[in-house]
C-alpha cells in the first residue's frame, strides 16, 4: 500500500485538476482518491502534479539508426519504401544495432512520462519479435502494428495477403500501413474486416501529403480519409490536408485520428487544422512519429502543437484540450481503438507520474514549462 499526498491530481476523463490523496495497492490498483485517505508508505507531492502518463499515439521507433539524416529531402525521399532513404537504412541494418537503437529510444519515452506508444513497425513478423525483444526488460507498453510485403500492388494475392495476417495479427495488436498509394482497396478491406474481427487496430497514414490527396482525388474521385472511413479503418493518421468534407466525414466516423505536428512540420508537408476538428467534437490522440526527424519527447509536442494551432487558427485553443490528446483520449470509451490505458480514478490501474509545478495552470505548467528533471517519480 502506499499513498501519494498533497499532491495536484488532474483526475477523471476530464483531467479534473483536484488536491486530492491516492491510495494504491500493492498490485498497483488505485483503491481509493479522496481528502482524507492516508495509508502505508506516504509519497509526498506538495507542489507537485500528478498526471497520467502518456500514450505516445504514433512512432517508427526502427529509424532510431538514422536521427537526423535526410534534411532537406521530400517526403517520399525520405520515407517512401522501398527506395526512401529509411528504408535501405533499415533493410542493411544488422538486428543487434537496430535492437540497441531502439531500446534507446524507449527509455528515453519512459524517462519523459510515457508508458505506451503505438509504432508502425517494418519488416514483417521479425520485425515485430525484434521489437518485442527490444522492450522485453523496459517498463513501457509497446503497441506493436505490424505489416507484410505481400500487402503491396494493385496485383497482391489476397490469399498470401490472409496467410500474412492470420500470422501477423498472433504476435502484433495491429496493423500500420504507409499509405493508399501502396496497396489496392480490396486488401485495405481484407485488413480492416481481419482486425475488427480479432479487435485489434487497423491503421493507415492519410492526406499526409497534399499532392497524395489530390493523386487520389484524380484516380478515385475520393480523398484519403473518405477511402480509410469507407474501409473501416478505426486509426488514421496525419489528416494534414483534408480536402472537401473530410474533418466532417472524420466527425462522424467510429475513426480515432491521431495527430503529429511537428512531424508535419518538420516535412514541411503542412499543419493539421486542429482548431477546426477540435470544435467538430472529434477528440484526437497525438504521436511524435519518425524518430529520425523528431524526439519522441511528447512534452515538446505538446508545446509545440498548442502554440502552432493557436497561431495559424488566431483562436483560443484551451490547453488542457491538447494534454487529453497524450492522456485521456486514449481510452477505448473515447478513441474505440483497444488500448489498455489507465487514467486517474479509483479502479483504474496507477500509471503516472509526480512532476514539479512550475506554475498554477497545471496544463501549461505541463505544456510550456515541464523537462526531463521535472518528473520526480514514475509510477
Ligand atoms: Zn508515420
Avoid at 500528478?50 to 525521399?77: M, Q, W, Y
Wanted: aromatic content about 4%; some cysteine; overall charge negative.
Amino acid at each position: 500500500m502506499k499513498t501519494i499526498v498533497n499532491g495536484l491530481i488532474l483526475k477523471g476523463l476530464e483531467l479534473e485538476a483536484k488536491k486530492e490523496n491516492i491510495l494504491i495497492d500493492d498490485d498497483g490498483t488505485i483503491l481509493e482518491i479522496s481528502k482524507e485517505v492516508k495509508e502505508g508508505e506516504i509519497i509526498d507531492a506538495d507542489n507537485k502534479i500528478v498526471c497520467p502518463r502518456f500514450l505516445n499515439a504514433h512512432t517508427h521507433i526502427g529509424d532510431s539508426i538514422i536521427k537526423d539524416e535526410g534534411e532537406g529531402l521530400s517526403l517520399d525521399e525520405v520515407v517512401k519504401p522501398p527506395h526512401g532513404i529509411k528504408h535501405v537504412a533499415l533493410e542493411s541494418a544488422d538486428d543487434d544495432v537496430l535492437i540497441e537503437a531502439m531500446r534507446e529510444s524507449m527509455w528515453d519515452m519512459y524517462n519523459m512520462g510515457v508508458s505506451h506508444f503505438i509504432d508502425y513497425r517494418e519488416g514483417g513478423l521479425d520485425g515485430v519479435k525484434l521489437l518485442k525483444e527490444a522492450a522485453k526488460d523496459i517498463p513501457i507498453t509497446p503497441i506493436i502494428l505490424a505489416r507484410d510485403s505481400s500487402f503491396y500492388g494493385e496485383d497482391a494475392n489476397y490469399h498470401m495477403v490472409k496467410m500474412a495476417l492470420k500470422k501477423l495479427l498472433k504476435e502484433s495488436d495491429g496493423i500500420g500501413l504507409s499509405g493508399f498509394g501502396e496497396i489496392s482497396t480490396t486488401v485495405a478491406e481484407i485488413i480492416c474486416e481481419r482486425c475488427e474481427r480479432e479487435d485489434k487496430i487497423s491503421s493507415i497514414h492519410v492526406a499526409e501529403n497534399e499532392l497524395n490527396q489530390i493523386a487520389s482525388l484524380e484516380k478515385t474521385g475520393k480523398s484519403e480519409p473518405q477511402r480509410a472511413f469507407e474501409a473501416g479503418f478505426n486509426q488514421i493518421v496525419h489528416m494534414t490536408n483534408p480536402k472537401n468534407d473530410d474533418v466532417e466525414l472524420l466527425a462522424r466516423s467510429d475513426s480515432s485520428l491521431t495527430v503529429c505536428p511537428r512531424s508535419n512540420g518538420a516535412l514541411a508537408v503542412g499543419v493539421v487544422p486542429l482548431y477546426e476538428i477540435l470544435n467538430k467534437g472529434v477528440r484526437p490522440l497525438i504521436g511524435t512519429d519518425n524518430i529520425m526527424i523528431n524526439s519522441p519527447n511528447m512534452f515538446r509536442e505538446l508545446e509545440f502543437t498548442l502554440k502552432i494551432m493557436k497561431g495559424v487558427s488566431r483562436n483560443h485553443i484551451d490547453a488542457r484540450e491538447i494534454l487529453k490528446m497524450a492522456t485521456t483520449n486514449a481510452d477505448s470509451s473515447i478513441s474505440n481503438l483497444p488500448i489498455d490505458k489507465s487514467y486517474i480514478g479509483e479502479g483504474q490501474k496507477a500509471e503516472l507520474m509526480i512532476v514539479n509545478k512550475k506554475s498554477n495552470n497545471p496544463y501549461l505548467s505541463l505544456i510550456n514549462r515541464t523537462e526531463a528533471n521535472d518528473i520526480v517519480k514514475i509510477i
